[in-house]
């Protein structure tokens, strides 16, 4: 039976510790998750759209600061470099077909990486976003610690970088589906490294759902183009904006 008191106790023991951001974080995740598996595991109910509503809910219900959350938060925070690195094991595995396929993988890294980055600014401009917001967006397909360095070093505001990080993400798992039965697109290895390039590390889980090897296309895409943005994306931005007059 619930017991009102017990759980007042309970939350007053998490709020006054960093337990709580941790917690939170893990027990939006669970729930998110649930609901993704009572959908069918529908790529519309993506389950980190859901644990991050589900974590600003309660951030705005309790009056709770990020930064009070975080600081238990980045516990689940510094696993993201392990988990990164990580995504080689599966890659290795797939070494042979990425040789076959040196080429036109590298086209089409090359190709993915700068459309990214030229269809950001150059929306964005159209939109009439200021130079500032231009450079910021810029790097959004590229995970997150590379896109925070890239922009940064643009000019941008790394924070507001990391946002469009997340839903430049989301947006991919969700869409990306639909998108490649409406282009007819079949191949695993193509999915996967579609995604990878066009949403970095909440493509490449999603990409790991469908099969192994699109979760190693995918995590070969999100490697490769990080590095791509950080070497294209210093000239490229500057570039466009000095020939848009900015």
């Known amino acids: 039976m619930f017991n009102f008191d017990e759980f007042t106790h309970f939350w007053v023991y998490l709020a006054a510790s960093p337990l709580l ?12 998750q649930w609901i993704y598996a009572r959908c069918g595991f529908s790529p519309l109910a993506n389950p980190v ?9 309660v951030l705005v219900a309790s009056g709770m600061s990020y930064q009070r959350y975080f600081a238990g938060a980045q516990f689940v925070h510094f696993l993201l470099g392990p988990a990164t690195v990580a995504l080689a094991v ?15 993988l590298a086209c089409a890294l090359v190709s993915g990486s700068v459309t990214a980055i030229v269809s950001a600014v150059g929306v964005a401009a159209i939109l009439g976003a200021s130079p500032e917001l231009e450079r910021s967006i810029a790097p959004k397909s590229a995970t997150t610690p590379i896109a925070m360095a890239v922009s940064e070093h643009l000019g941008g505001v790394p924070a507001l970088t990391a946002v469009l990080v997340i839903l430049t993400g989301i947006c991919g798992a969700v869409m990306a589906k639909f998108l490649f039965n409406a282009l007819r ?56 904006l000095d020939w848009m007059g900015k």
């Open 49 to 57: 759209a859901i644990a991050i509503t589900i974590i600003a809910i």
């Open 185 to 240: 697109i079949e191949s695993h290895a193509a999915r996967g490294l579609a995604l990878g390039v066009a949403s970095h590390g909440i493509g490449t889980a999603r990409a790991f759902q469908v099969s192994a090897e699109m979760g190693a296309y995918a995590g070969l895409g999100m490697g490769l183009n990080g590095v791509l943005t950080a070497l294209l994306a210093p000239w490229l931005v500057p570039l466009m």
């Open 21 to 32: 951001g941790l917690t939170l974080t893990l027990c939006a995740y669970l729930c998110a």
């Open 90 to 104: 599966p890659l290795a595995r797939q070494v042979p077909r990425l040789r076959r396929n040196l080429v036109p």
